[in-house]
């Protein structure tokens, strides 16, 4: 065998390694492209050509290889959130940090009263709809941030100052978390609000010593109010007290006299009855029956007959005994 024929079967040979070289190759490669794994928290979307094919949920699924299909993964089970007026700055030993420096235009707040006040909140969202998220509109987030900042702005606007930084916290971040919903679902952006949280609502800065000294003084007048209120109270409850007792006293009185002259009356009538029947009778009896109360209250009495002569001297015990 000649030099060429000996080099030829070496091209030959390495052709063929070559080949297969590049068979085993592809197959890796198409073995590996056409197979996509979904996270537990996630949903794909699967693209051919920048058409839209359908969203798949977690797990193992087949594509087209080599970018054919394309598959975008979509965290739909994840809680994501906005914050407005501050930022997370860092989280270390299960300790939060926050900053609020260069973020005043989200946060200061005009309110219905024409004061302003410095609300910081946080908005949290899942994502309904992946395909819509990702393709109705260019930048979900700027969006979901202008929506939540408009609609903030407008329920502060529509309440007193002392009522945001006071009572009115949990109706501004319910009332702020529907109007928010109602609008991203006419925006068909498929975002769910989670909920919307005040962070922290005050005053601004520059006025915040003097707010603060207002509310103290207001403070103070409640509690006087309050405690003169207690007072009145107590001075009212305790005179209407005793004047009731009074008043039940008379009328118990005024019963009981009521009742012992019918009982006298009636008694009297029965005995009018009885002597209208036999008045000589019923004349001694109540002889003997007045008598005898009257001496039921003397003691040492002795009574004699007159007609008994040589009675000698009756003493009582008291004269007996040297008293």
């Known amino acids: 065998m000649n030099d060429w024929d000996k080099a030829k079967a070496d091209l030959q040979k390495n052709g063929k390694t070559f080949f297969s070289i590049f068979i085993i190759v592809l197959v890796l490669i198409v073995g590996k492209t056409s197979f996509y794994t979904v996270e537990p928290d996630e949903e794909a979307i699967v693209i051919r050509f920048g058409k839209y094919i359908g969203t798949y949920p977690p797990g193992l699924h087949f594509k087209l290889p080599l970018n054919i299909d394309k598959a975008i993964r979509v965290k739909t089970k994840r809680v994501l959130q906005e914050e407005f007026g501050f930022r997370t700055a860092s989280t270390r030993f299960r300790r939060t940090t926050y900053s609020t420096d260069g973020y ?3 946060s200061l707040i005009l309110t219905g009263d024409l004061n302003v006040a410095d609300v910081e909140w946080v908005i949290q969202y899942q994502i309904s709809d992946p395909f819509k998220y990702l393709f109705q509109t260019s930048d979900p987030i ?10 903030m ?5 529509d309440r007193l100052v002392t009522e945001v930084l006071t009572t009115g916290r949990v109706e501004i971040s319910n009332d702020a978390e529907e109007l928010m919903q109602d ?7 498929g975002v769910k609000i989670v909920s919307v949280k005040l962070q922290d609502v005050n005053p601004p800065q520059v006025v915040k010593k003097s707010f603060n000294e207002v509310n103290e003084a207001k403070q ?14 107590k001075v009212i409850f305790e005179a209407s007290g005793k004047a009731n007792k009074v008043l039940s006293q008379a009328e118990g009185f005024s019963q009981e006299l009521i009742n012992t002259a019918k009982g006298d009356a009636s008694r009297f009538e029965q005995v009018l009855v009885e002597y209208r029947r036999a008045p000589r009778i019923t004349k001694r009896r109540i002889y003997l029956e007045t008598m005898q109360s009257l001496f039921t209250d003397i003691d040492d009495i002795t009574i004699v007959d007159p007609k008994i002569k040589g009675l000698l001297p009756v003493f009582s015990r008291e ?3 040297g008293k």
Do not use: C, F, P
């Open 220 to 233: 103070e007048q409640e509690k006087m109010i309050n405690q003169a209120e207690e007072a009145y109270n």
């Open 319 to 321: 004269v007996v005994n």
């Open 104 to 106: 005043e235009d989200e």
């Open 153 to 157: 702005r407008r329920v502060v606007g």
């Open 183 to 189: 609008v991203l679902d006419k925006y068909d952006m």
């Open 142 to 151: 700027s969006n979901i941030r202008d929506v939540s900042e408009s609609i």
